[in-house]
């Protein structure tokens, strides 16, 4: 092992696969860094921010490390890593990975290494798909419950983990194609990296919901022998997430709190706006409980920081960091200036200027500003002249109107293009695409400009996003099937989210004028609700299960589930399952099919960049 060596990207190297490839059962490959080789070189490409050149060739680094005695991490083998902690029978997995197929392949390199060890516990960090996904691929459930296994997650873990797949999920998985630009050709014109780490797999997502739960601020646990303190971060970088300190090992976990880059306060796939204020609280107790008796701070994406003086100025800094962030911005919010504004002007002090990773890799400055506001604010600014302001189509007309008609706007943009001002001429050719979508010449030149954007940026998801809409206007928005959830996500759906995934997707033209009653009966798990369809809206309440209603479904929660897994939609897999005997209707089926009839469903693809 090599303990020793001084880069910290490569510290603890133990042993790797070649490209770290990874194949599901049918041989389909989920997982590989081939195609990232132009990143051995050492000199950016110009088309790449330096700095995020340098990001995207640390984040290359892939295989089985130490990270000190009895913990170890793989990384590069997913968007995430896989941290294994070595107990008295077997191992503690913390957080595996995203999907069954990149955790398996994960543990079974840790296993060449180290032996054959069980797993005797399993860890979720946060409530992030990256960080539970892979559960199967360490454990089978049954064979975790006959042996006592513990899978353990911070308060409100299942609740915020199924929310954020069900509700808006089908709108953060086309934005999430923007944010982390998988669909992108990897090279020097394309994708190079997350910030946090290459990619995404394209694997099994799996769940196995907790067994415990850490519920208070600070609890001491024995896990396996080894003992951990874990603290609890709620409303951090997850609504549900905590960290973890390890006394014996001299070892603190930050989960995502701490990273190799500036995060984000708001993703650009869209989440519920994360506490900057919260965020740095919870580093400065780490800072001060658990840093003086640590000799190595590590976390769920990146590297390790090791040496007591240097992983207490890291977390230091990453406290400043977001600190600065949010009462910069709260600051000049309080003098009235917008989101917009403060973006603009508000630029790091000159202490963390030049620490790199307090840079935006990841998250952006300018970003994070905007998200400070809209979590005190909201997407108001407060100028009335925007309170109501036109949709993208309405406005883009009268915009090319006043500018003279498309020629005059396009002569002008392609001279502003030719003098650099790529956030404009994308602005303007925009407004363009949007009252003429099928205007080629618009198309071609905000393409070249975003695309210019995109080569400029040291965010990997701002690169990201500006190449994959410079494609989306070249090439159009590609077809692909609906979106499926993961069954183990579905089954674990409490069946208030189910009724609400129900009423968010009711079309009200389709419904106004009706109103009825019907009964849901969850027959292995004991719960009636009533869902009523009155005023265009659909509500629901817990019922007992004889109360009176116009028709009564009863279904298993696992029969639910997996309907629901399949590709062909909610109002389409409750119908096939009730013909098909697998779903029992009594009362007046007829109101069940109109209620179906009445459901919408979400195209995956929608369009982002054009009308």
């Not at 840093?291 to 003086?309: I, L, R, Y």
């Not at 604010?377 to 925007?386: A, C, Q, V």
């Amino acid at each position: 092992m090599t303990m020793q060596n001084l880069d910290p990207t490569t510290r603890g190297f133990v042993a790797t696969w070649p490209n770290a490839e990874i194949r599901d059962a049918t041989g389909r490959v989920v997982w590989t860094l081939a195609g990232y080789e132009f990143l051995e070189a050492q000199e950016p490409a110009p088309t790449v921010h330096p700095g995020l050149w340098q990001q995207a060739r640390r984040n290359m680094t892939h295989g089985l490390f130490e990270v000190c005695e009895r913990i170890y991490q793989v990384r590069g083998f997913d968007l995430a890593n896989m941290t294994i902690v070595e107990g008295e029978r077997g191992v503690i997995v913390i957080d595996p990975l995203t999907c069954a197929e990149t955790a398996a392949a994960a543990l079974k390199l840790y296993r060449e290494q180290r032996g054959a060890r069980p797993v005797t516990a399993v860890i979720y960090s946060h409530s992030h798909v990256d960080h539970f996904g892979g559960v199967r691929g360490v454990i089978d459930e049954q064979e975790a419950i006959r042996q006592g296994v513990p899978i353990i997650a911070p308060a409100g873990f299942l609740w915020h983990t199924v929310a954020e797949n069900m509700i808006a999920g089908n709108a953060m998985s086309r934005r999430s194609q923007f944010q982390f630009g998988h669909t992108l050709q990897r090279g020097v014109c394309g994708q190079v990296d997350c910030g946090l780490g290459k990619s995404l797999p394209h694997g099994t997502v799996t769940l196995i919901p907790p067994t415990r739960t850490i519920e208070k601020e600070r609890e001491r646990h024995v896990i396996d022998g080894v003992e951990i303190v874990f603290a609890l971060a709620p409303e951090s970088e997850a609504p549900s997430e905590m960290f973890f300190f390890f006394p014996q090992l001299r070892a603190l976990n930050l989960a995502e709190l701490g990273q190799h880059t500036m995060h984000n306060l708001c993703p650009l796939r869209g989440a519920q706006v994360r506490d900057a204020r919260l965020w740095s609280r919870y580093l400065d107790e780490a800072l001060h409980e658990f840093a003086p008796h640590s000799d190595v701070v590590f976390a769920q994406h990146n590297w390790p920081t090791w040496g007591c003086e240097t992983l207490t100025r890291f977390i230091a800094q990453q406290r400043d960091l977001y600190k600065y962030v949010h009462d910069q911005t709260v600051r000049l919010m309080n003098k009235g200036q917008t989101a917009v504004e403060i973006a603009e002007e508000l630029r790091l002090p000159p202490e963390l200027v030049d620490v790199e990773h307090a840079q935006g890799y990841y998250g952006t400055l300018v970003h994070n500003v905007k998200a400070v506001v809209q979590h005190y604010l909201g997407w108001y600014d407060g100028n009335p002249s925007r309170l109501h302001a036109l949709p993208p189509v309405d406005a883009g007309t009268r915009y090319v109107a006043y500018m003279g008609g498309a020629a005059a706007l396009l002569e002008r943009a392609q001279a502003d293009f030719q003098r650099g001002e790529h956030r404009w001429v994308a602005e303007v050719t925009s407004h363009l695409v949007f009252a003429e979508p099928g205007h080629q010449a618009a198309r071609a030149l905000c393409a070249a400009s975003l695309e210019a954007l995109g080569f400029a940026s040291e965010s990997a998801t701002w690169r990201n996003a500006y190449l994959l809409a410079a494609r989306e206007l070249r090439l159009g928005v590609p077809a692909a099937r609906r979106r499926s959830l993961s069954y183990d996500l579905l089954k674990a759906v409490p069946m208030e989210m189910f009724l609400d995934c129900l009423a968010i997707r009711l079309v009200a033209e389709r419904a106004s004028g009706h109103g009825f009653s019907l009964a849901w009966h969850i027959v292995d798990a004991g719960e009636s609700w009533t869902l009523t369809l009155a005023n265009a809206a659909l509500t629901y309440r817990r019922c007992e299960p004889g109360a009176a209603a116009d028709a009564s479904i009863a279904v298993s929660r696992d029969r639910l589930a997996s309907l629901l897994a399949h590709e062909s939609g909610i109002a389409a897999a409750i119908a096939s399952g009730i013909e098909a005997g697998q779903i029992a209707v009594e009362g007046e089926a007829a109101r069940i099919y109109a209620l179906l009839g009445m459901l919408d469903e979400f195209e995956p693809m929608f369009n982002v960049v054009e009308p």
